[in-house]
Every structure is written in C-alpha cells, then in structure tokens.
Nanobody
Framework: QVPLVESGGGLVQAGGSLRLSCAASGRTFSSYGMGWFRQAPGKEREFVAAIRWSVGSTYYADSVKGRFTITGDGTRNAVYLQMKLLKPVETAVYYC??????????????????WGQGTQGTVVS
C-alpha cells in the first residue's frame, strides 16, 4: 500500500494555477515535516518546497519562490501545494514525501522516507 496519495494534478495553460494535495493513506506515523518534489522526463527529481511541523517553517526552491505556497496539517500528515503562474518547463510528475528523521537537508530526496506515487502536472503554452 502506498503510504502517501497525491491528487490535484492536471493540465493548465501557462500562467495558470494548480493546487496539489497529499495525505497519508491507511498508515499512521509521526513526521517532522513533509515536502514536495517534481520530476520531468529525463531529469532528476528536484526539490520544490518543504514544511516543518514543529516551527511551521516553510522552504522553497528559488525557482518557485513567490509563486508556490506549501501548507499542511502535521496531525494528519497532509500537505498541500498551491502553484501559481505556472510555466511549461514546470511540467512534471509531482511527488510528496515525509521526513521521519528531522533531516537538516530538506532539498535531498534521499532524506525523505515515505513517498507517494506522484501526480502529473502539465503546463501548456
């Protein structure tokens, strides 16, 4: 069973918006935070945003600052990503993940233990 389930992907025109959701699926666990990553065809998985439950801090890749907003509920291990002013180059599969060990390197996929299957976000010009 996939521990996390993403939803909200779809097709949108350049400049449009998408809101992604992610929630734990049938499994209880305690996490220090959650993150969003994306992977375009032929490219490595890259960090998009992360949130720390204890302090409510949020972190963003430079490329999305000012356009994306991460929010969530640590009691339910649910996380959301509001994406605005989307660009065609941001077409990718978007994944959510949980940090169970209080990693200090939020940008590295290897620091996250549980992942969802991803949701496709396609931006057309």
């Amino acid at each position: 069973q996939v521990p996390l389930v993403e939803s909200g992907g779809g097709l949108v025109q350049a400049g449009g918006s998408l809101r992604l959701s992610c929630a734990a699926s049938g499994r209880t666990f305690s996490s220090y935070g959650m993150g969003w990553f994306r992977q375009a065809p032929g490219k490595e998985r890259e960090f998009v945003a992360a949130i720390r439950w204890s302090v409510g801090s949020t972190y963003y890749a430079d490329s999305v600052k000012g356009r994306f907003t991460i929010t969530g509920d640590g009691t339910r291990n649910a996380v959301y990503l509001q994406m605005k002013l989307l660009k065609p180059v941001e077409t990718a599969v978007y994944y959510c993940a949980t940090d169970l060990r209080a990693s200090s390197i939020l940008e590295f996929p290897a620091e996250y233990e549980l992942w969802g299957q991803g949701t496709q976000g396609t931006v057309v010009s």
